[in-house]
């Protein structure tokens, strides 16, 4: 295939053209990566298994890992779901459209392919008006993981997407820099207590506050063994180069562990958070913000372009251990785990 079409799309108000563009592909077949307020899906029309199968192609993801079905409203949502709980129903009416995937039995209609052989599926309504657009043109749930590579690193901007999948897509809505910069967060509905499977943007506290005890589960699964989640894969956020992790403020450990890359003839990323200091020539310093929120926003673009840069060795200064920064310490933690 030849490299994949970018088209400037408006993220507030998207062109009805460009959307019925969009749809055109993707009823012939076609993928399509959007923007989402959390980072860029690849989509392709849910309850057609041959056109979800080339998400899996595109992406060279393992078929055990399951996709998240992106839906319009609540309606559409129930059309994929065998059963819709009180929980949902409290749920969606307060966290959608957003940041938050649930998993729920799931409906007949939906292709084994989308769910990985699971009798569950996971449901999101994106808040993003092209994400809605798309899907109000479609009238139809659309299968989207992260727009990327396999076990490469999620995009937050449509050229990261055409980085890793151009030439493998048919067409990139570019909207501009997404906005949460996470993954959303992926509730579970379906055991005997409702239980997060991977931490996002919208809070266990928030969900507390709606129904009652939540359950966290962050443990991460060997890569060959079928996983309730996908998002607990080892390698799942993983930024090509070497990941590790430096105390909160240690000028000292900085100061090693930048020489011993250096030493090794590495090139050294540090993404920092406080204001530590860094002399030595040919180190890349990235320094994030202080909030949880701008933090998580801008993280995937900077391990981006630290790869880009062809660092060997990205040192990740930790950050604080309170619940808004949870999203944030699990793909870090992910990360620094390959
Ligand atoms: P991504 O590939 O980045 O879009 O991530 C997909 C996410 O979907 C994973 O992290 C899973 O948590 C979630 N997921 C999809 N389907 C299921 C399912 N049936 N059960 C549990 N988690 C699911
Ligand atoms: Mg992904």
């Known amino acids: 295939m030849q490299q994949t079409p970018i088209v400037k799309i408006n993220p507030e108000h998207p062109e009805p053209e460009l959307i019925r563009l969009a749809a055109t592909v993707l009823r012939k077949g076609g993928l399509v990566a959007f923007p989402t307020e959390t980072v860029y899906g690849l989509g392709a029309l849910a309850l057609e298994e041959d056109k979800v199968q080339k998400i899996f192609s595109a992406k060279g993801r393992p078929t055990q890992n399951p996709l998240i079905v992106h839906v319009v409203d609540e309606a559409m949502a129930k059309s994929v779901c065998a059963i819709w709980p009180k929980t949902a129903q409290v749920i969606a009416e307060k966290l959608w459209p957003g940041p938050l995937t649930l998993i729920l039995p799931k409906h007949k209609r939906v292709p084994m392919i989308v769910t990985a052989g699971l009798s569950t599926v996971a449901v999101r309504c994106p808040a ?67 239980t997060i499977l991977r931490p996002g943007t919208i809070l266990q506290s928030q969900l507390e506050k709606l129904i009652g005890h939540v359950a966290v589960i962050c443990e991460q699964v060997p890569d060959d ?59 890349m310093v990235r320094r994030l913000p202080p909030l949880a929120s701008e933090y998580a926003a801008a993280l995937y673009h900077v391990l981006h372009d630290l790869e880009d840069a062809g660092c060997s060795h990205i040192l990740i200064e930790q950050v604080p251990e309170d619940e808004a920064w949870a999203a944030v310490r699990d793909r870090i933690e992910r990360a620094v785990a390959q």
Do not use: F, M, W
């Open 128 to 194: 993003h008006p092209v994400a809605r657009a798309l899907l109000h043109e479609l009238n139809s749930p659309l299968a989207a993981p992260s727009a990327n590579l396999y076990s490469e690193i999620s995009p937050t901007r449509a050229a990261h997407v055409h980085k890793g999948l151009s030439g493998r897509i048919d067409l990139i809505l570019d909207g501009g820099p997404a906005s949460y910069g996470v993954e959303s967060t992926v509730l579970d509905l379906t055991g005997p207590k409702p």
């Open 225 to 283: 063994v079928a996983r309730a989640s996908p998002g607990q894969s080892r390698k799942h956020y993983a930024p090509k180069a070497l990941v590790s992790l430096i105390p909160h403020g240690d000028q000292g450990c900085l100061n090693d562990r930048v020489q011993r890359v250096l030493k090794s003839k590495g090139r050294v990323g540090v993404l920092l958070l406080s204001p530590l200091q860094l002399t030595q020539e040919g180190v």
